[in-house]
């Protein structure tokens, strides 16, 4: 004991390994607090980060990098072919390849019936339709083709029907031909309805009607209607014009012009036949037999016939006065 009561220090000095486990416990103290430390404050220790990193790099499917690649390549491409306009480009060409590869299925459209045609060709239907020999039945649409045939004005109506695994059946309804129609200098065959066929070509169709004139083209059914009862006119019209989209004329082959009322067109004709049949009306030399009026017919002579009968009318004249 010292001179104060107490225990005197260890007489021998402690040993070098006991003194370095005493610091690496208290290191390993150190870290613990450390690593409390840093949860406590939201941050993830570097070895935590080191294995979240490792375990990602596992779960990453193999592949990925070339796939995000090929898809920023792509997506890249669509949106040039897009700002560069072409849309239609892209959209026919995903087409074919689609339809290439269900044709290699066994849906390539092997036959195709058309019933119903007069005017138009097979070739031209299918055109019409856009079917094409690199379409697939598999992916050809039957409503788009119906539509597609239904634009065309010689279609009516019209049926598609997909035979798998290769036949297309299409029923088509054709308009007829009914007339021509001139409206100022152009001339286009019209079907019954008015609607427009297609551009006229001499020599083609030449034993139609023509019809003249704005509104002619709607309203030349039911006129010639009235004209198929009394063929010996019909026969001899070269045209027929709408005026003021109100009456009509009729411009005879021989040159002579009818002018026919509004209204009661049936008794006007009947009246002209009766005066043919009776007078031989119009075989005389006149230009022009008004019909207008329901209790007279006005005739109008032609130059020579007028000058002949002028002629006529003063050598009488001057006969009377030498016979008085």
Do not use: C
């Not at 949106?79 to 959209?91: A, I, K, P, Q, S």
């Not at 067109?265 to 037999?289: E, G, M, P, T």
């Amino acid at each position: 004991m010292d001179g104060g009561g107490r225990f005197a220090g260890p007489l021998r000095k402690p040993r070098l390994g006991a003194v370095a486990g005493d610091r690496a416990a208290r290191g390993r103290k150190l870290f613990a607090l450390s690593g409390r430390i840093g949860r406590h404050d939201g941050g993830a220790p570097q070895g935590h980060r080191n294995r979240l990193f490792a375990l990602m790099e596992r779960l990453k499917p193999r592949g990925a990098g070339v796939a995000a690649t090929v898809l920023i390549l792509g997506g890249a491409a669509i949106f040039g072919m897009v700002r560069g306009g072409h849309v239609d480009e892209l959209t026919s060409a995903l087409r074919d390849a689609r339809d290439a590869l269900a044709n290699s299925a066994g849906f390539r459209i092997a036959s195709v019936t058309i019933n119903g045609r007069k005017q138009l060709s097979q070739d031209e239907v299918l055109a019409i339709g856009g079917v094409t020999g690199r379409r697939s039945l598999l992916f050809l649409s039957a409503a788009e083709v119906r539509d597609r045939l239904k634009a065309n004005p010689w279609i009516a109506d019209a049926t598609v029907l997909k035979l798998y695994p290769d036949r297309l059946s299409i029923d088509i309804t054709e308009r007829a031909a009914f007339a021509l129609w001139q409206d100022e200098r152009h001339v286009v065959v019209i079907a019954d309805d008015g609607a427009v066929l297609e551009p006229f070509v001499a020599g083609h169709l030449t034993s139609l009607p023509l019809v003249v004139g704005k509104g002619a083209e709607t309203h030349a059914r039911d006129f010639l209607n009235v004209m198929a009862g009394y063929p010996q006119i019909r026969d001899a019209v070269k045209a027929i014009v709408f005026v003021g989209a109100r009456r009509w004329n009729l411009r005879l082959a021989s040159g002579i012009d009818v002018r026919l009322p509004e209204t009661d067109v049936r008794a006007a004709l009947d009246r002209l036949v009766k005066l043919d049949h009776d007078d031989q009306l119009l075989s005389r030399d006149i230009v022009a037999v008004d019909l207008r009026l329901p209790d007279r017919v006005m005739v109008r002579l032609s130059d020579e016939a007028a000058r002949a009968r002028a002629d006529a009318l003063k050598a009488k004249i001057k006969k009377k006065a030498t016979d008085a």
